[in-house]
């Protein structure tokens, strides 16, 4: 897996103060998308073990409320197995802390992944530009969900956050 960045202290990406890993790779190639720099999936640079140092180090603060997975895209085909053994650390290492993934995969195409039970929210669907619509909260176009995972899976129907 590889990466762009990780933000610092977010308030924009989910619930509370976080911090975001910004993975590289995207397949969807939505119109006007806010980070085409992160599409190439050969971008940015390796998650290695001081990234990884790096990203608990954050989540280790008692003041941040967890960790959001974007870029790119997390569940991108080539990112999954590793974000998923990613996902399923922290929420190992880190039980209290919420993990949200932004994906323009739709919630029927990634519900069954097996790590998706330690995923608190999934923003799920491509940015649609025609839908686009800057008083959302957590979304960029009205066709994206912010999808509670942890009731939806046990309702088996999408509930939303």
């Not at 995207?26 to 998650?47: E, L, M, R």
């Not at 603060?61 to 959001?68: C, E, L, N, P």
Request: proline residues 3%; aromatic residues 10%.
């Amino acid at each position: 897996m590889r990466y762009h960045n990780i933000t610092k202290d977010d308030m924009l990406n989910g619930d509370g103060l976080r911090t975001v890993l910004w993975v590289a790779g995207c397949s969807h190639g939505c119109k006007n998308c806010q980070n085409p720099i992160t599409w190439d999936i050969c971008g940015g640079i390796p998650f290695d073990e001081a990234a990884k140092e790096e990203l608990f180090a954050e989540l280790e603060k008692d003041y941040i409320s967890g960790i959001t997975f974007s870029g790119g895209d997390p569940l991108h085909v080539k990112n999954r197995d590793e974000v998923g053994a990613l996902i399923r650390e922290i929420h190992k290492k880190f039980p209290d802390k919420t993990i949200w993934v932004y994906t323009g995969y739709l919630w029927d195409e990634v519900r069954d992944l097996p790590y998706m039970k330690y995923v608190d929210v999934l923003v799920d669907g491509k940015f649609v530009e025609a839908l686009k619509d800057t008083t959302l909260h957590w979304k960029g176009s009205s066709n994206q969900k912010v999808i509670d995972v942890k009731k939806s899976l046990k309702t088996g129907k999408i509930v939303l956050h």
